[in-house]
């Protein structure tokens, strides 16, 4: 059953921990670039001698490999630049597509998903951390299980929240938004952490 969601977030870190937590994002997502780098190149290898057709046909056809995350992502890349005219060993631009590459004064850290696509936008300026999920179906379900969103939510449950710290995330769906109910259909909270974050007011926030 589809269910179109989002969901957004406004979370004041802790100024320890602000550094930590963008070398943990910034270590995940480069190490995840190489390894799919290398995971691409390792399936196509074999596949080179290929004409575009015959590389197309192939990658169409065949199962996806198990193993990790960063190889499946590695075997959607090759499956993407299979429309390409010619038969080209893949690049580092386009492992951006999957794992961007970051550096230690990056701000954003894109939260992809196995097929590519940007689930999440993870955003760390000073002390804030920006989340946000733009509506789609299943949006919200779909960005917390990318690996990056998994990581950062791991990080946010074991920091210590000192007064004037923390945030919490607000979020509507399709039929939680239609509910004609006593107090239906506004956006709720999703997630707490620290002090901020159990403030029972929750003031509008623009979507």
Known sequence: MSCYEWETARITLPAASVAPLKRTLCNYLNTTHSEVYQLALELHRPLAKL????YRNHLRSAAEPGGT?????????????????????????????????????????PAMDLQGCEAAAIEIVGRELNWNVEENNHAVENAHETPLAQILFAELGQMEWPEGTGGYGVGNNEYHGDSGGLGGGGNYKTFAYGPLGISEAMPQLQH
């Not at 004409?51 to 015959?54: A, G, K, N, R, Y």
């Not at 499956?79 to 230690?104: F, G, I, Y």
């Open 51 to 54: 004409t575009p057709v015959e």
């Open 69 to 109: 995350d960063a190889r499946t992502m590695a075997f959607e890349l090759l499956r993407h630049k299979s429309h390409q005219l010619a038969v080209r060993r893949p690049t580092h631009s386009e492992v951006d597509r999957w794992a961007p590459r970051v550096t230690s004064r990056s701000v954003n850290f």
